[in-house]
Nanobody, 123 residues
Framework: VQLQASGGGLVAAGGSLRLSCAAS????????VGWFRQAPGKEREFVVA????????TYADSVKGRFTISRDRTRNTVVLQMESPKPEDTAVYYC?????????????????WGKGTQVTVSS
């Protein structure tokens, strides 16, 4: 599976941004999918995850109420809608496919990773 995250860029604080994750090579419609991020000098951190059918999601406290994850199983894509981003959301965002169908929060629970897309939030 090859994952491609896209949609990153420069956004003003309080604006909005939409990240997409698309897969090629095989479907991940039966797997959980997650987004992680890594800021300069910091470790990669969990952002949000969704289960195989979209019926269950879990968010990091830092983005709860501002970010929304959704998936389109027929198109093999997952979208992260970022509303009211803050400068502290600035990071490289990675999408990943989990080993199982449920939501997962640990990097070790993921088997495929995309290359990441840069998100920069200006104050």
């Amino acid at each position: 599976v090859q994952l491609q995250a896209s949609g990153g860029g420069l956004v003003a604080a309080g604006g909005s941004l939409r990240l997409s994750c698309a897969a090629s090579g095989r479907t991940f419609s039966n797997n959980g999918v997650g987004w992680f991020r890594q800021a300069p000098g910091k470790e990669r951190e969990f952002v949000v995850a969704i289960n195989w059918n979209g019926g269950s999601t879990t968010y990091a406290d830092s983005v709860k109420g501002r970010f929304t994850i959704s998936r389109d199983r027929t198109r093999n894509t997952v979208v992260l809608q970022m509303e009211s981003p803050k400068p502290e959301d600035t990071a490289v965002y990675y999408c990943a496919v989990a080993r199982r169908s449920t939501v997962a929060k640990l990097p070790s629970e993921y088997q495929y990773w995309g290359k990441g897309t840069q998100v920069t939030v200006s104050s």
